[in-house]
C-alpha cells in the first residue's frame, strides 16, 4: 500500500480557501485517492475521492497533477466547524480494499 | 446512502471483564469488515480484517485470542476485547467498503465508517 505524507497540523481562517497537500510518490497504477475527515471521538467521514485530474463535491475538490503523485484537497470558505484531522490515503481498487491511515492534518479554523 | 452502525458508542468495564463491540452494515451487504484502533492524538491503527464465514485476519501484533472477530453474517462483525485491561482502552471504529461504482475498467470504491467505541477499562 502507497506510503502518505501530510503536514501535521495548518491553521486557517473563517472563509479562507484551504488546500491541503498529500504527497504519495509511490502510488499504483490501479490505486484511488480518497479523502476522510475526522472529529474527535467520531469515525472518519468520507470526503472526495479520485483517479486523475479534478474531482469536484459539494464539499470540496480534489486536484490530482498527471504523475499522480501528490493531490491536494481543497476547502473552499472554512468555517469553525472544519476544524478536523483530514486524512489522505491512496489504495487499490477492489471491493475489500484495506485503508491504511497516515498521521494526518490537524487543520484548526480560527474566527 | 450506505451506513455503518456501530454500538455501544462509549463503554467503561472492569479490569478482567470482556466487552463485545458490534458493527452493522444497514443497507449493504459486507463480505469484509475492518477493525481499527486509536489512541489519542494519533491515527488509526489496522487491527484485523473480518471475513464472512471464514477467520479473520490479524494484523501483526495484534492477539487473536484477546480480540475476537466473529462476522456470521453478512451485515454484522462483533469484536470481542477478553479479559481487558487499561491498556486496552482506547477508541475502536469498524469500516466496510462498499461495491462502489465502476469507472471505465476500473472499480471506484469507498469504505464507511462506523461511529467508533470509546473502550475504558478501569
Known amino acids: 500500500l502507497a506510503k502518505t505524507t501530510q503536514p501535521i497540523s495548518m491553521d486557517s481562517y473563517e472563509g479562507q480557501e484551504v488546500n491541503i497537500t498529500c504527497s504519495h510518490n509511490n502510488i499504483a497504477t490501479n490505486d484511488y485517492i480518497t479523502w476522510y475527515q475526522q472529529f474527535p471521538s467520531q469515525g472518519p467521514r468520507f470526503i472526495i475521492q479520485g483517479y486523475k485530474t479534478k474531482v469536484t463535491n459539494e464539499v470540496a475538490s480534489l486536484f490530482i497533477p498527471a504523475d499522480r503523485k501528490s493531490s491536494t484537497l481543497s476547502l473552499p470558505r472554512v468555517s469553525l466547524s472544519d476544524t478536523a484531522v483530514y486524512y489522505c490515503l491512496v489504495g487499490g481498487s477492489g471491493s475489500a480494499r484495506q485503508l491504511t491511515f497516515g498521521s494526518g492534518t490537524q487543520l484548526t479554523v480560527l474566527p | 446512502g450506505a451506513v455503518v452502525s456501530q454500538h455501544p458508542s462509549r463503554v467503561i468495564c472492569k479490569s478482567g471483564t470482556s466487552v463485545k463491540i458490534e458493527c452493522r452494515s444497514l443497507d449493504f451487504q459486507a463480505t469484509t469488515m475492518f477493525w481499527y484502533r486509536q489512541f489519542p492524538k494519533q491515527s488509526l491503527m489496522l487491527m484485523a480484517t473480518s471475513n464472512e464465514g471464514s477467520k479473520a485476519t490479524y494484523e501483526q501484533g495484534v492477539e487473536k485470542d484477546k480480540f475476537l472477530i466473529n462476522h456470521a453474517s453478512l451485515t454484522l462483525s462483533t469484536l470481542t476485547v477478553t479479559s481487558a485491561h487499561p491498556e486496552d482502552s482506547s477508541f475502536y471504529i469498524c469500516?466496510?467498503?462498499?461495491?462502489?461504482?465502476?469507472?471505465?475498467?476500473?472499480?471506484?470504491?469507498?469504505?464507511?465508517f462506523g461511529q467508533g467505541t470509546r473502550l475504558t477499562v478501569v
Open positions: 469500516s466496510a467498503p462498499t461495491g462502489g461504482a465502476t469507472v471505465g475498467t476500473r472499480m471506484n470504491t469507498e469504505a464507511f
